[in-house]
């Protein structure tokens, strides 16, 4: 499995964990799993990536709307929000990933799952966010 593979999978965990409680978040997170092809090793990467971010979070919405003039968390579309807060924690806690490759591979995964205007929104945020 390719990084970017990896990170789309990071990315759709991300995505589910806003829709579901955390009694119930497990089994989902297990179920999306369990339909993916990759090896134990890249499981727990996935997963060690996953946990991370969300034990990042309260210092990553900060930064979200702090750059987000108008836009409070909870009025940002789901896909893009799952995909900014990925690309937050890649670029600013995760040491392994160059800023320029979460900036781009964020753009690309907004092009392919965001909204119409998705990729500039995300790109616009993280802009800001890598700048201060």
């Not at 991300?14 to 409680?21: A, G, K």
């Not at 179920?31 to 997963?47: A, D, F, I, P, W």
């Not at 979460?102 to 700048?131: C, R, T, W």
Request: glycine share 8%; net charge negative; proline share 3%.
């Amino acid at each position: 499995m390719t990084r970017h593979e990896m990170r789309e999978v990071v990315f759709c965990l991300m995505f589910q964990h806003e829709f579901y409680p955390a009694e119930e978040f497990g089994e989902q997170r297990d179920n999306y799993l369990g339909s993916q092809k990759m090896t134990g090793k890249e499981r727990q990467e996935v997963l060690d990536k996953m946990a991370q971010a969300i034990g990042h979070l309260p210092e990553i919405d900060e930064k979200i709307s702090a750059c987000s003039k108008g836009w409070k968390i909870d009025r940002i579309a789901k896909a893009e929000l799952a995909i900014l807060r990925l690309a937050v924690y890649e670029a600013v806690y995760d040491d392994s990933v160059p800023v320029g490759v979460a900036l781009n591979e964020a753009v690309e995964l907004a092009k392919q799952y965001g909204e119409d205007n998705g990729p500039s929104f995300v790109n616009g945020i993280l802009g800001k966010i890598v700048n201060e």
